[in-house]
């Protein structure tokens, strides 16, 4: 801080003497710093102090604030809004404040307060991870477990989810894909959408500070993303300390945190939950969740495959992988992309696979049966901290297994999520025999599901498989 305090001197006499051998003049914006809202308002005080006769105008670039971001936005708002109180009221309008590394969810907020510009590259971080922004929710999902998206962005429509799926399933690291582009072009396209969702919360809401609307825009933003992790505790910060902001949630969201105490706000029944706590204890609820009541139509108990069940003739390979959301699951993009690859690899030995679906709530579901209405309309998704229902489709499978034992002479199971995963593990080291894949996944994600070198090892024990039951023929 003190070094900073002194470059920023050194550059203003600079910049007020010996001008005559810059060809433009420079516009400063010094770098500010700080651990708490009063330690860097004093900051501020002291740089105009030092600065400010010298300088007619000058910014300010608030720096040292990535370290909160997402654990304490809280203290962002508190520090930024430090740096706007401090700067000397008849300067104000003429100092353009900055945000190092700060964007995202946060920016109509600091927008509202007085912050100018920001930068970041967490667009790019989040491609480089496969992450893509939802434009409707903004939450970040990872493409490749996505089945659509609704995005009219100009990238969107100019590179197809399924297009960019396709891409990063091939097996080309340096040179063109199946796609006839390169995985980097893919990578960028990918960043370009998440930047776009950013600059369009950004341009919404400079709109609407030009309009006049700036409170109501933001009235609207904190209801429809309370969602973003982070966003909760800025807000109530905001609320606790701006009265009008206050006044317009009290209406429609949020009923004013009472100062210095530490019981749950009253909110009336119509009134969403977006601050459960208030601003002194909200690191109680560290990630901003809300509890939510999961309602099932269906239970385990409405699927079971019927006792006189028999897997048809020729089906010697048994092949369990996991359910997907979109019913059947044979057009899900999950079973697609399996069916087309045994297609393409055994296109004269497909007959002799049988396909069996774990599914979250029912266990084991022969392809026979998907489109049993309770199998199509059934709506579950099994968590790895669910142990009971693991517990459940583990019992099932085995029983499915051991019943039908002398049907098949090989049995896999393909998954990488972690639930799925678990079942097939604890069916593996319970049911001798039963092969589970990938061995080792470098995540236990859906994502691996599509990777290459995954799913070449699947062809690949299959066909051995396949060889040995022709060998023995």
Partial sequence: MEQSITNAVRVAERLTTNTADIPTVPYLYTCCHGQSGEDIADYVHRVFAQIGDMLPSFGLAVGSLVPFRGKNDSEIMEMLNAVVQAIPETRRDTTPIHAFGVSGALTPLLAYIGVDTFDSSAYIQTSRSLVYSDPDTQKKLRIMEMDETDCNCYICEAYPIQEIQQAFMDKQSYRATSTGKFKSEYYAAIGLHNFQMEADILTEMHTAIAAGDALEYLTRYLTKYQHFRGLKRAAAWLAENDDALASRLSRTIIQKPTPRTTKRTQRSPDQLSLFSHTHENADNDKEGRISQTVSLAYTPDDFQVPDAYQPPDGKEILLAIPCAGKKPYSVSRTHT?????????????????????????????????????????????????????????????????????????????????????????????????????????????????????????????????????????
């Fill in 337 to 473: 992309m399996i069916a087309n690859r045994l297609q393409a690899t055994f296109p004269e030995k497909q007959d002799c696979i049988h396909k069996i679906t774990l599914s979250g709530l029912y266990g084991p579901v022969p392809e026979e049966f998907e489109t049993e209405e309770a199998v199509i309309r059934y709506d579950f998704q099994l968590s790895h901290k669910n142990t009971e229902q693991i517990e459940r489709c583990t019992a099932r499978l085995i029983d499915y297994l051991k019943k039908y034992r002398d049907n098949y002479k090989f049995t896999i199971g393909y998954a990488t999520s972690r639930a799925y995963r678990a079942v097939f593990a604890l069916t593996e080291t319970r049911f001798p025999g039963f092969i589970l894949l990938p061995e080792a996944p470098r995540q236990q994600r859906l994502a691996e599901f599509f990777r290459h070198t995954n799913v070449d090892v699947l062809m690949e024990v299959i066909q051995q498989k396949i060889i040995g039951i022709d060998e023995k023929c």
